[in-house]
């Protein structure tokens, strides 16, 4: 590809701190992911963090230590990806699927609103492409409904509503450091927290459920350690979180990089006839993690030619998302009977360009031209 879709920035720095962990004594559970930790939590304004080995993970710990379970329901959108549900669907309780807003692509709280029964536990927010949902009005219905929020943050490490990051508004925060997101591990995630019990409880399930005696720091002739509850090997190791902390240590350089590239497409896509540029709340800090456009019914072609012919000049594109209530898991086994009337109309018309940290003013005018 001349422009591919995403191309991650490792520098020589980043290397060099990989090299250097890798000969080190521990290459997990060590002192390079309690430094990530640490400083994921500064920057986030989080009590805790928690390093683990994926965002699916951090938000099936995240439900698992709330005490989501069979007879729960657990609201989310149907446009995100699969593993929003899946982390649900893992604790054996019952996806409840929302449409999004149409100009942002976030869960709106009139769609959560209608989705709440006796049986709903909780919800899950996504913040779409890098932008906050409408957190004010969803932490009222949450405190008026008695319900848990957590925050898929996969799009979201140094997005903000109002005066606050994401990831410190619901219980836990969850994010992901995929190769594509804002700073990456490879595969790896983070979880964030102001609950010091929940902290506790998801520092225990990340590790097997493996709890040690106090006697056991004392002396390792007495070594003992007991099980209260089965757990999963969500950790994070050494060697990715020293990438991820090695990137962390320039995010606010990777934050304004993206918003610049943004600021670019805006200026030369903003009077294409047929193409909606991404909407931005005032009160909301965007870090585009996706630079997502609509391809609207007034363009000289559907979005797939689009997609086919920015290909066959070099250009990657990516789609987020299909609906998860069109997929085949979810017509066969959950069966939800709902209207996604936004979502159905996203799903044929929505398309991510290439962005990424290194990406040049020259390939960016490639990419408006082409679509010019």
């Not at 047929?274 to 709340?281: E, L, Q």
């Amino acid at each position: 590809m001349k422009i591919p879709y995403f191309v991650p920035w490792i520098t020589s720095k980043d290397i060099n701190f990989v090299k250097k962990t890798l000969k080190q004594r521990w290459l997990t559970h060590g002192p390079i992911l309690e430094k990530f930790e640490n400083h994921t939590s500064k920057f986030l304004g989080s009590d805790y963090s928690l390093g683990v080995s994926s965002a699916t993970h951090a938000l099936h710990l995240s439900l698992r230590a709330l005490g989501i379970g069979p007879e729960d329901e657990v609201i989310l959108p149907t446009f995100t990806f699969v593993a929003t549900e899946a982390a649900v669907v893992y604790c054996g309780a019952k996806s409840v699927l929302a449409d999004v807003d149409q100009d942002t692509f976030n869960i709106t709280p009139e769609e959560i609103e209608k989705r709440i029964t006796k049986k709903t536990r909780a919800l899950i927010v996504v913040h779409y492409g890098g932008q906050s949902c409408d957190m004010d009005d969803i932490m009222e219905i949450s405190k008026r409904r008695g319900l848990h929020v957590i925050e898929d943050c996969a799009h979201a490490f140094g997005s903000t509503f109002g005066n606050l990051k994401c990831g410190n508004m619901g219980k836990t925060g969850c994010f992901s450091f995929y190769p594509t997101k804002i700073i990456t591990t490879g595969e790896g995630g983070m979880i964030t927290t102001n609950d010091k019990n929940l902290f506790e409880s998801m520092t225990l399930l990340r590790s097997h459920g493996i709890r040690l005696s106090a006697r056991n720091r004392e002396s390792l002739a007495k070594w003992r350690y007991d099980v209260s509850q089965i757990g999963y090997n969500y950790r994070l190791d050494e060697i990715r979180a020293s990438l991820g902390y090695s990137q962390l240590l320039r995010i606010n350089e990777l934050i304004k990089v993206r918003k610049k590239i943004a600021k670019e497409y805006d200026k030369r896509l903003k009077n294409i006839k047929g193409i909606s540029i991404p909407k931005r709340a005032s009160n909301r800090n965007h870090i585009y993690h996706l630079y997502t456009i609509k391809i609207e019914d007034d363009y000289h072609m559907t979005r797939d030619e689009l997609i086919d012919k920015l290909y066959r000049r070099g250009i990657g594109t990516s789609v987020q998302y299909q609906p998860l209530h069109l997929m085949t898991y979810n017509k066969k086994y959950l069966k939800h009977k709902r209207e996604f009337s936004k979502a159905n109309y996203l799903k044929d018309r929505v398309l991510s360009l290439p962005i990424f940290p290194k990406m040049t003013i020259k390939q960016i005018e490639t990419v408006a031209s082409a679509l010019r």
